[in-house]
């Protein structure tokens, strides 16, 4: 949501609430700051499970169709919130859940178990080809996030309903972008185009 996890020199100036510093043998500083303190950070053990209740990392082999379609299977849940669900994928925030459903053309609010078997493939395919756009674009600088490296995403620039209310859909031209709320989460998305 917020914060910062950089790269950077041991003189360089700190981000506003950090927290931690970790400094490497080359000198170089890895800095986590959190000023919203919605992060978190454990210490864990070589060959300890760090991610035992996170759900599948959908950029992964294990992110599968016939996976993706049984976490769906006689949930009632509206598939937006769903995608948000990191125990059941890992990874997907706001923004991304949002441009994938907009991609796949499904409703935000839509029960999961009422996708069928052709909107599961899409929705799959759509997840994954934002976040690897996302990855490419270095992420998305909406507010305050940079990356590794201290620099602003690209993917912003891109977006097609996220933080667009009131715009016409980038699809159907016809539409305006319309802002609701699912789970008290912002949600953007065309009336037209995603049914």
């Known amino acids: 949501m917020t914060g910062r996890l950089v790269v950077s020199r041991p003189k360089a100036p700190e981000y506003p609430g950090t927290h931690l510093v970790l400094r490497f043998t080359d000198g170089e500083e890895l800095r986590f700051s959190d000023v919203r303190t919605f992060g978190r950070m454990r210490l864990v053990a070589a060959g300890e499970a760090w991610d035992h209740r996170l759900g599948v990392e959908p950029l992964s082999a294990d992110f599968t169709a016939q996976a993706f ?57 759509a997840i994954i080809n934002v976040l690897q756009r996302a990855v490419t674009m270095r992420g998305t600088s909406v507010d305050d996030y940079v990356d590794a490296d201290g620099m602003r995403g690209g993917f912003q620039n891109d977006l097609a309903v996220y933080g667009r209310a009131g715009g016409l859909c980038k699809r159907c031209g016809k539409t305006r972008v319309v802002r609701t709320v699912l789970a008290q989460r912002g949600t953007w998305w065309c009336p037209r185009c995603q049914t």
Do not use: F, H
């Not at 009422?114 to 799959?124: E, V, Y």
């Open 69 to 125: 379609a049984g976490m769906l299977s006689g949930r009632t849940t509206p598939i937006k919130v769903l995608l948000l669900d990191q125990r059941r994928i890992a990874g997907i925030g706001n923004i991304y859940a949002c441009e994938a459903l907009w991609e796949a053309r499904i409703r935000p609010n839509r029960p999961a178990r009422a996708l069928t078997k052709s909107a599961i493939r899409r929705l799959r395919q």
